[in-house]
């Protein structure tokens, strides 16, 4: 067991050694795999925080009833029975226009436009939530309310929440499928950066045959490289993704102002960072592991 | 310890390295293999050690069948010997020290014990003061004492060793021989091709000719 652990001590130092002897072809390599690692990883990062904002907004669908302008208050009560009985919905929140115009002046850039204006710009309203949350009975739902009196338009906002969550799938299709194409890349990679050190190093391959050694050690080395390519170049790929959200925050957070949003961007969490650190080790094992069985014999 | 049982070996196309050979080495003994340029000898050594496969007759070593071993098998059969190249293969990215070590690394030999072995096998060899030095700083005399070092660290009990006085002046020869006879004397077995067999005196000859055994 002690052996085993000194073995794996030597070949993991022989291997550090052989990447510091050639410093540059080695930091060109590391900067080669982390760039194309930096690819998913990013995409990565920019996903996690598009379904963390996802999250933050509400994500129940609602339907909102606008009432005419020039609806009465007695209308407007008896269409808020009619909704309070009606089967199917869940619950209802009336937002009176006089409430609304107040809550709209607290909004220091709207106070001035609204005093601008003549009357009450804001119609009586209501909020209206479900029980069946499914699309297709929201649809149904709300082409009823379309059809009563004095109702002047009926909004439902699930639709942007579909198109959300389809957005978010696609994204995460596409990063699976990048990291997918990249860590085939990087495989390729390892295969012939450790196909170069077979043949460099041929000659101490040979002779430690001839002196009793078995394939397992002499592989040993080689498998160290590819291992700490992978994992040296998924660090770069952390401290790229990392520097790059860095760089993004302000002018990110400056854009989703416009739209009443915060979003500070954040990088990789502990476990994306794990799994990029993880995966790029294991895929340069790989290709190390793939090349020796080609040049190895 | 060696026994050749009509052994022959044939390189395609059509080439006898060695034909219908059979001779037996006892534990202990001394022998040299002599003979002309491409009689067989180095083909000879590398059946031993199974760098080579016989393609007839059969090769025994300790009683095993060394031409069918599988691969895997092969490490532990060349620990137990200890081999010198007629082209010394040596490693020259590293120091005459880790040089010798470098069998003791394969076998898996502690790192405190191997370390006075290392130094055990150079003071042998009369390389004691040199284990800093890289191989290309070494005369061809000291090099070639630094690939017996390497192959009598293990302290195996058979030792080959191909023209380990090739290109060597009479009086470096001398000398390196008169290790081979040393380690003769504390009970290795040694097996010795070479051509210029008058340094070996009271070494049992085998004649090769043609890759055939003259009697």
């Known amino acids: ?297 | 310890m060696i026994r050749f049982d009509r052994v022959s070996k044939r390189y395609e196309p059509g080439i006898d390295a060695l034909s219908d050979l059979s001779f037996d080495v006892a534990e202990r003994e001394m022998v040299v293999v002599s003979g002309h340029s491409g009689a067989g000898k180095s083909t000879l050594l590398k059946l031993i050690a199974a760098v080579e496969k016989s393609t007839g007759g059969a090769v025994l070593v300790g009683g095993q069948n060394v031409s069918g071993l599988a691969r895997s098998a092969l490490p532990y059969l060349r620990r137990r010997i200890g081999m010198v190249f007629q082209d010394q293969k040596l490693l020259f990215d590293r120091n005459v020290f880790e040089n010798v070590m470098l069998p003791l690394s394969i076998a898996g030999f502690p790192v405190r014990d191997a370390a006075q072995r290392v130094r055990a096998a150079l003071d042998k060899v009369g390389l004691a003061t040199r284990e800093k030095a890289l191989p290309v700083m070494l005369s061809g005399g000291e090099q070639q004492r630094l690939a017996i070092a390497r192959a009598v660290v293990n302290r195996p009990s058979l030792l080959l060793a191909d023209e380990p006085t090739a290109h060597l002046d009479s009086e470096t020869a001398a000398d390196v021989a008169r290790i081979f006879h040393e380690f003769h004397h504390v009970g290795v077995t040694v097996l010795i091709a070479t051509y210029a067999d008058d340094l070996f005196p009271g070494a049992r000859r085998l004649q090769l000719s043609h890759g055939k055994l003259l009697p």
């Open chain 1, 1 to 297: 067991m002690k052996t085993w652990l000194v073995q794996h001590r030597e070949a993991a130092l022989l291997a550090l050694r052989r990447l510091a002897a050639a410093p540059v072809n080695s930091l060109l390599s590391l900067l080669a795999i982390g760039i194309a690692l930096a690819l998913p990883a990013g995409g990565q990062m920019l996903l996690a925080n598009a379904v963390h904002l996802a999250g933050t907004i509400s994500a129940v669908p609602q339907i909102s009833i606008f009432m005419a302008a020039n609806a009465e208050r007695r209308a407007t009560t008896e269409i808020e029975s009619r909704l309070n009985k009606y089967g199917g919905v869940k619950q209802v929140q009336f937002m009176a226009r006089d409430e609304t115009l107040a809550r709209m002046k607290t909004n220091p850039g709207l106070r001035d436009v609204i005093e601008a204006l003549p009357g009450n710009p804001f119609p009586d309203a209501f909020v209206v939530t479900a029980t069946d949350e499914r699309p297709e009975a929201m649809e149904k739902l709300a082409a009823e309310f379309r059809q009563w009196p004095l109702v002047e338009h009926v909004q439902l906002d699930s639709a942007w929440v579909r198109r959300l969550d389809a957005l978010l799938k696609l994204g995460r299709t596409a990063v699976l499928l990048l990291g997918a194409l990249l860590g085939a890349g990087l495989i390729a990679i390892s295969f012939n950066i450790i196909r170069m050190q077979v043949l460099t190093h041929r000659a101490e391959i040979e002779v430690s045959q001839l002196l009793g050694a078995t394939d397992a050690f002499i592989q040993r080395p080689f498998l160290y490289y590819g291992v700490l390519l992978g994992l040296g170049g998924g660090v770069v790929a952390w401290l790229l993704v990392g520097a790059a959200a860095l760089w993004l925050r302000a002018p990110l957070s400056e854009l989703v102002q416009l739209y009443d949003l915060t979003v500070v961007l954040q990088s990789l969490d502990p476990r994306d960072s794990a799994l990029l650190l993880g995966f790029a080790a294991g895929l340069g094992w790989l290709g190390a592991m793939i090349s020796l069985r080609q040049h190895l014999r």
